[in-house]
């Protein structure tokens, strides 16, 4: 592994924990100009500029905020990219996702009555 190489970073697991796929981030309207490309190398621990990882940590959170009710947007924690990269200034390995019971909630069907 070099120096640009980090290996699977958070961000991946978070696209698998919130079902965001590739194409989510990449048809983001709001943050232009990201490719497959791009997406792959930071889920796979490229090292990627502050500007680069920036465009993905937003792009991340605006595809989750679209998929949420009102309610659910209250208690919506944004994530940084200290969050979803290890090489991050300010990464705590430790970190509690506090949407842990949020992306329970969305990731169980609902019950029919």
Request: glycine share 4%; hydrophobic share 35%; charged share 30%.
């Amino acid at each position: 592994m070099s120096d640009l190489d980090k290996g699977r970073q958070p961000l991946a697991g978070l696209m698998e924990q919130w079902k965001v796929t590739t194409k989510d981030i990449v048809t983001v309207e709001e943050i232009p100009q990201i490719t497959y490309k791009q997406v792959k190398r930071a889920v796979e621990g490229r090292v990627l500029t502050l500007r680069m990882m920036m465009k993905m940590t937003q792009a991340l959170n605006i595809v989750i905020w679209k998929r949420l009710n009102e309610e659910q947007r209250e208690t919506y924690f944004e994530y940084g990219w200290k969050h979803l990269f290890t090489y991050a200034k300010g990464y705590d390995a430790d970190f509690a996702d506090p949407n842990a019971e949020l992306i329970q909630t969305l990731n169980t069907p609902e019950e029919e009555e």
